[in-house]
Each structure stands twice: as structure tokens, then as C-alpha cells.
């Protein structure tokens, strides 16, 4: 697993706020594997950088795949996050993302709805009949952006905030992401990631009141590159 590193993962920082461009196989949070998260490598991190005693506040306000990539909002303090927690309630937290496919939209722009069920057991989520039990509305909007070497680049804006949604979403229209074996995509990458990444990010700072619209570009990698180096 990628270490931390705040050099080239800062995005923004303040007293309040900490936004990091996270690389795939990175976890935002501790899980069965062990592995050490982002979110206490970040906390050791502050700890060291401000030479602060005890316990260093980090909440999580939301959180990627682990073989996704891009930009992830922390609060370093409980204002924050309570306020944060409460745009995201309403809707007022933005978040965009950018998939790779194979095939091309038959739309070039449209939402897609849909209800989503989690099997815990295999970490996967399931389009599902609305009336099924634990059914979660998922809705996102999407945009068809370009085209390069039979691979196509698409704008994703989350609505709701489901599991794996829109991996799940885009598979059940026949479209997974490139790389996502789990949701149906034929071939796995060369190495532990998928095309998806999480660009932009656009909120009210929950203190200062200032308009914040953030972006991180794909790692480096031949796929990202053919469509960013343009």
C-alpha cells in the first residue's frame, strides 16, 4: 500500500479543513485487512507538523473505494465536521467524479436512477426492486466529455451517497468501469485500481463562509494520461 505522503497528497489546508488527493489502494478508513488507514497516517501527520499533545481531531466526512482515486474532505475539527455533516444532509456538498468505459453512451448526457441493495457478506452492492428490504434510492447525474483509443471519458455527479454506487450504476446500464472485474468489466488494470476518480469538489467552507471548488488530476497512468495531457 502507497504510504501518505502530504507533500504530493495536500490539496487544501486550513484550520479547519483537509483535503487530500488520495492514490488507489489507499483506505480512507481501517478495515478487516489491516492495513493502516489514511485517516490515522494523516492524524500522526498533524500531530508531528503542529506539535500537538494527545489525541488529534480528525473526522472522515465521506469516503472513496479503495481502488478509486481523487479528492477526500476531512475535518480537523468537530465544528466543522457537524456543519459539513449537515451540507451533505442537504444536498450542498459537490462532488464530481471522472470513470473510464468501453462503450460509449447512447445518451451523451442524462441521470440515472436506480435502488441499491448491499450484500455485506461480499462487500457488493445490487440494482434492486424498490421494494425490497434495505433498498437505497441512488441517483446520479452524468455527461459524456471525449473520446480517445476506443476509451471513453465520463463526468459523473453524484446525488446520493450510496455503496459502490456508481460502479454498480454504470454496470447495470452495461457500461462498468474499465478495470472494475467486480461490476463486470472483462479485464482487470495492471495493477490494484479502477478508472474512477473523484476530480472535483465544490462547497461553502463551513466556517469562513468562502466558496471552495477544488480539483486533483488522475495518477499518472497511460489511460488517465491519453485524455488530461490534451
Same mark, same amino acid.
Given at each position: ?17 483537509? $483535503? ?13 485487512? #489491516?492495513?493502516?488507514?489514511? %485517516?490515522?497516517?494523516?492524524?500522526? *501527520? ?7 499533545? #494527545?489525541?488529534? *481531531?480528525?473526522? @472522515? $466526512? ?6 478509486? &482515486?481523487g479528492? $477526500?474532505?476531512? /475535518? ?51 440494482? @434492486? ?5 434495505? /433498498? ?10 471525449? &473520446?480517445? %483509443? ?5 463526468e @459523473? ?35 490494484? *485500481? ?12 463551513? @466556517? ?9 488530476d488522475?495518477?499518472?497512468?497511460? &489511460? ?7
Amino acid at each position: 500500500m502507497i504510504e501518505f505522503d502530504p507533500v504530493s497528497q495536500i490539496i487544501y489546508e486550513d484550520n479547519h479543513l483537509l $483535503v487530500i488527493n488520495k492514490n488507489p489502494t489507499q483506505i480512507v478508513q481501517g478495515d478487516k485487512t #489491516g492495513d493502516r488507514p489514511l %485517516n490515522e497516517s494523516i492524524k500522526r *501527520f498533524l500531530k508531528e507538523k503542529y506539535n500537538k499533545p #494527545g489525541n488529534v *481531531f480528525l473526522g @472522515v $466526512v465521506h469516503r472513496i473505494d479503495r481502488p478509486a &482515486s481523487g479528492l $477526500v474532505l476531512f /475535518a480537523k475539527t468537530s465544528k466543522a465536521l457537524t456543519r459539513v455533516n449537515e451540507m451533505i444532509k442537504r444536498g450542498d456538498l459537490r462532488k464530481t467524479y471522472w470513470i473510464i468505459v468501453a462503450k460509449r453512451p447512447e445518451q451523451e448526457e442524462g441521470e440515472l436512477e436506480n435502488h441499491l441493495w448491499k450484500y455485506e457478506k461480499k462487500n457488493k452492492s445490487f440494482v @434492486v426492486d424498490s421494494k425490497k428490504k434495505g /433498498a437505497k434510492k441512488a441517483l446520479l447525474h452524468y455527461r459524456y466529455l471525449r &473520446s480517445k %483509443n476506443n476509451l471513453h471519458l465520463i463526468e @459523473v455527479e453524484l446525488k446520493t451517497g450510496r455503496h459502490h454506487q456508481i460502479r454498480v450504476q454504470f454496470a447495470h446500464l452495461g457500461n462498468p468501469v474499465k478495470g472494475d472485474v467486480k461490476y463486470g468489466f472483462p479485464k482487470a488494470n495492471d495493477g490494484p *485500481f479502477i478508472h474512477l476518480h473523484a476530480q472535483r469538489l465544490e462547497l461553502t467552507h463551513p @466556517v469562513t463562509g468562502e466558496i471552495l471548488k477544488l480539483e486533483a488530476d488522475p495518477p499518472e497512468e497511460k &489511460s488517465w494520461s491519453v485524455f488530461i495531457k490534451e
